[in-house]
């Protein structure tokens, strides 16, 4: 593969500053058609993304600013008209906003979970939806979506932005599942990097290591055509990519299985944690089926309960 953008059209959500900005930047760098998605502010000066459009035409590229707020009903169909408008085509989408917050579950009200959601889920899928139905009418496209860390593993005090991330690996796959037999290639991008956004959660003294633009070059790959994935998790920063899955282990048969109890599982606890020959179901379904039909590796019967 190479990794060609060349004349793609590819729509960045949240690309005003950090990691949107150096998406934004790098793609146009590859010689694709930008358009370049911010919010509007609330003083009335011209959103940040013009000034970025601005910069991406002095060094000779191609872009539009597309200024909309991603918690309005029409993001999605305004993104989508400002592709099609401007360059008569959309063959990327990459969903960067989502700011990230920070408060122990016990001190959350609902509305700040609503508030969290509003952009980094319900945002992301309203900027998805109208863009991915064209994608599956032309027969091709690829989306980039944002989770996180926090999104796979969970971190403590963040529990609205963990669940939400989350929520858009669940999307990812599906898209990936749904829209695969049209060409239509989804996956998810976890980075590490430090912003002006991530900045007061980031510990490590290393963070200067991490700049924004090194995850660019990924961003990029996941949004080029010849790009062979679907429904993954990427996690990567500072120059470093890795894969992220979800597996699960062989487990336990209980024999017969009325015998199963609080008992016998305490007692075959390592067994039933094991993910030793983990296996990695494509979708749910599939998941169901293997573990119906796969033999567990420890069988417990009777005679072995305490």
Not at 182 to 195: G, K, R
Not at 242 to 253: D, L, S
Request: net charge negative; charged share 15%; hydrophobic share 40%.
């Amino acid at each position: 593969m190479t990794g060609s953008l060349d004349g793609r059209v590819v729509i960045v959500t949240g690309a005003g500053q950090g990691l949107g900005q150096a998406y934004a930047l790098d793609l146009a760098a590859r010689k694709a058609r930008v358009v370049v998605n911010t919010r509007p502010r609330s003083d009335g000066r011209p959103a940040s993304g013009e000034a970025l459009v601005e910069q991406i035409l002095a060094s000779g590229g191609q872009a539009v600013a597309c200024t909309v707020a991603l918690e309005d009903e029409d993001a999605g169909d305004q993104l989508l008209d400002s592709a099609l408008q401007a360059f008569g085509a959309v063959d990327a989408l990459v969903n960067n906003a989502g700011p990230p917050e920070a408060k122990p579950l016990h001190e959350l009200a609902m509305a700040d979970v609503h508030k969290c959601f509003s952009v980094n889920y319900f945002g992301t899928l309203a900027a998805t939806l109208p863009t991915y139905r064209h994608m599956r009418e032309q027969g091709f496209g690829r989306i980039v979506m944002t989770t996180s860390a926090a999104g796979v593993y969970s971190v403590r005090t963040m529990a609205a932005y963990s669940s939400a991330k989350a929520a858009i690996i669940g999307l990812t796959r599906v898209i990936a599942l749904e829209g695969g037999p049209q060409n239509v290639h989804c996956n998810a991008v976890a980075p590490y990097a430090l912003t002006d956004l991530s900045s007061g959660y980031v510990e490590d003294d290393g963070a200067g290591t991490m700049p924004p633009g090194l995850i660019a070059p990924v961003v990029s790959w996941l949004a080029a055509p010849d790009c062979p994935l679907n429904g993954e998790t990427i996690v990567t920063g500072a120059g470093k990519i890795c894969r992220a899955v979800r597996v699960q282990g062989p487990g336990v048969q209980f024999d017969p299985p009325e015998t199963i109890s609080p008992e016998g599982i305490s007692a075959h606890l390592d067994d039933t944690l094991s993910l030793a020959d983990w296996t990695m179901p494509a979708h749910g379904i599939a998941a169901y089926h293997a573990f119906r039909q796969t033999s567990a590796p420890v069988i417990v019967r009777s005679s072995d309960l305490p």
